[in-house]
């Protein structure tokens, strides 16, 4: 059987070939909006036109929808003092939500703090609730977190580009501290038998890996690093990334956490005698959080981009991290 | 109901609330929040003559009621505008005003030139404010005499009507507005940023990669709304009043200062429908206080109105 073309990945080439060279089956992958994210597999006799028409249907801004709304916080979860789960009442920005897009999120009606805090969506259930992970960081965050259950929130969202994800590929998801959220969000979302989900995930300590019980539903496999060495394998995410990508084939690459870390997964990808996709989720200070304000960009190979707007995820080819790391 | 329609010379807007340049993308940025339509006027980002990528970032800090930025004008530069970015403008109700920055005074000349006869551009604004570049931008800003020759060379090579947009960094703004004025044009924006400073005292650096930025937002408020009151006290001028307008009750408070238009900037980062919240708020003030014609409010806290 060829490689499935996804409508995430599927470029212009392979859906050229697939109209020269129609299969006898196909197999589509369908996510059903407004439902839920188990992705329905379906066979179907030769459809390039059909398949031609989705992936037009799923690319780039097509199903770029916002919302503001003022959501009520349906409940609060204590990870521990500086870490908190919120469980948002947010029909429409559930039904559009997709693993790495980010919730913005206005935490005082006052002007201080002035502007919205970006936050990742951990978790949506596709019609009702969306959830966030986060860390409290300064007053904006502390806000939040001073939010009580049934309180409302003002939050804009689902906002920036989601992750593709290749379903023909093994998928090794990489995370590091709280970029955790979108990796969770990404590999529960794409629970799949058609390939092996392996989630890298690594922290300064133990007590820093978060969500541990709910992550063995998301993933086939899970490799924990801590650098203190106080759970599992001592160090950073790169030496188990290394031995997996040498020890497999076909893989794609997912990852979120600081940015030294993606540089560091993006070298690693690159290093492999056939390097493997890579996406990178980056992380930026934003003002507006729709492309309008030019703040957060990061540089590229085709010059500055919005983190917001154009990312936050990127094929990590694109990223010049030299300057991004700084 | 009040009429909203208002008139900076012979530059018509069919409301008062207008959004700043920079704030606002080319225009069709916050179209999935609303109607860029229900503007009265559209400042697209600054245009130079050449396309420019912009600052290093950082480029953004927020400090209390405010936001520092040093962009560094990131545009797609004349051409492009020229050829296609006009396009999205079809359709769009709002007066589309190019907001455009030179190195040079011939540059600004050039500029004003090709910038006007960009179809479905209503109204130039000059930016001899911008604190975040490095040649031009607010030196111009600064000294009387060059603004009015920039305008006057502006205005005459123009095909449209000119607003100057001014810096709030000099010891007395309303001598820079009545050289532009004298120079031509047919009113002022006032304010543009602050230029202000921000230091992460953990790095023992500038927060941001261009060291300054300019301050906007509600804490420059009480500062630009005393910069409005003075011009208009001193010049009796089309002004477009902007620095950290949040609210209806906000942008009120610039028109009878003096503002004939307000123009709202940051508070778009924060809110994408700030703009037509504030005009619907407008509106109700207006409707509370019997106000028949918006214009009624320009200049109206000046003693003797």
């Known amino acids: 059987m060829p490689a499935p073309v996804t409508a995430a990945n599927g470029s212009e080439a392979q859906r050229d070939k697939l109209r020269e060279d129609p299969p006898e089956k196909t197999c589509l992958f369908v996510r059903v909006p407004n439902f839920s994210y188990a992705c329905q597999a379906i066979v179907v006799d030769r459809v390039p036109a059909l398949l031609m028409d989705l992936t037009h249907v799923a690319s780039g801004d097509d199903r770029a929808l916002k919302h503001q709304v003022a959501a009520t916080l349906e409940s609060v979860r204590v990870l521990d003092r500086e870490t908190y789960v919120h469980t948002y009442l947010a029909p429409a920005i559930a039904a559009d939500a997709q693993p790495g897009q980010f919730l913005h999120i206005r935490v005082s009606h006052l002007t201080a703090p002035l502007l919205r805090r970006p936050i990742s969506i951990l978790w949506s259930d596709g019609h009702e609730r969306v959830q966030v992970l986060f860390k409290v960081v300064r007053t904006g965050t502390a806000l939040l977190a001073a939010k009580r259950e049934g309180e409302t929130v003002d939050l804009l969202g689902p906002l920036g580009t989601p992750f593709p994800y290749d379903f023909a590929r093994d998928a090794v998801m990489v995370a590091g501290g709280y970029g955790i959220a979108p990796v969770y969000f990404l590999g529960k979302a794409n629970r799949s038998d058609h390939n092996r989900r392996t989630l890298i995930y690594g922290a300064r300590s133990a007590d820093q890996l978060y969500l541990r019980d709910e992550l063995k539903e998301a993933f086939d496999e899970i490799i924990y690093t801590t650098e203190d060495g106080s759970l599992a394998r001592k160090g950073r995410v790169t030496g188990p990334l290394r031995d997996l990508l040498a020890a497999r084939e076909n893989l794609a690459l997912y990852a979120c956490g600081p940015t030294p870390m993606l540089a560091a997964v993006a070298d690693e990808a690159a290093r492999v005698a056939a390097p493997p996709p890579c996406y990178v989720s980056m992380e930026n200070q934003m003002g507006c959080g729709f492309g309008a304000c030019l703040g957060c960009v990061v540089r590229t190979h085709e010059g500055f981009k919005t983190t917001c707007k154009q990312g936050p995820v990127f094929d990590a080819r694109e990223i010049v991290f030299d300057t991004a790391a700084r | ?305």
């Not at chain 2, 810096?167 to 820079?176: A, F, S």
């Not at chain 2, 120079?183 to 005292?201: E, K, P, R, S, Y």
Request: proline share 6%; charged share 20%.
């Open chain 2, 1 to 305: 109901m009040t009429d909203l329609s208002v008139a900076l010379g012979s530059l018509r807007l069919r409301n008062p609330v207008t959004v700043a340049s920079g704030t606002f993308g080319y225009g069709r940025e916050y179209e999935e929040f609303f109607d860029p339509s229900l503007l009265g006027a559209i400042f697209i980002k600054g245009i130079t003559i050449r396309p420019r990528a912009g600052n290093e970032t950082p480029r953004l800090v927020e400090t209390p009621s405010g936001l520092i930025n040093s962009i560094g004008l990131q545009n797609i530069g004349i051409e492009e505008l020229e050829q296609s970015k006009w396009r999205e403008f079809e359709g769009i109700a709002a007066a589309i005003c190019a907001n455009v920055s030179g190195n040079t005074v011939d540059e600004y000349e050039e500029l004003a030139w090709r910038a006007s006869r960009v179809p479905h551009i209503a109204a130039l604004e000059l930016n001899i404010s911008c604190p975040n570049v490095k040649a031009g931008g607010v030196e111009f800003g600064r000294n009387p005499a060059v603004a009015r020759d920039i305008t006057r060379r502006c205005v005459a090579a123009s095909a449209v009507p000119v607003l100057v947009k001014l810096t709030p960094n000099v010891t007395d703004v309303v001598e820079v507005a009545a050289a532009v004025m004298e120079g031509g044009a047919t009113g002022v924006t006032l304010v543009n940023t602050f230029l202000a400073l921000a230091i992460d005292a953990e790095r023992r650096r500038p927060v941001l990669a261009n060291v300054f930025g300019g301050l906007s937002g509600p804490a420059i408020k009480p500062i630009a709304l005393r910069m409005v009151w003075q011009v208009w006290g001193a010049l009796r001028c089309p002004i477009i009043g902007m620095g950290g307008i949040m609210n209806g009750t906000d942008a009120v408070e610039f028109l009878l200062a003096g503002a004939t238009a307000v123009s709202v900037g940051t508070a778009n980062f924060v809110n994408p429908t700030a703009a037509p919240d504030i005009l619907r708020e407008i509106g109700e003030y207006c409707d509370r206080h019997g106000v028949k014609h918006i214009s009624e409010l320009t200049g109206a806290a000046h003693p003797g109105s």
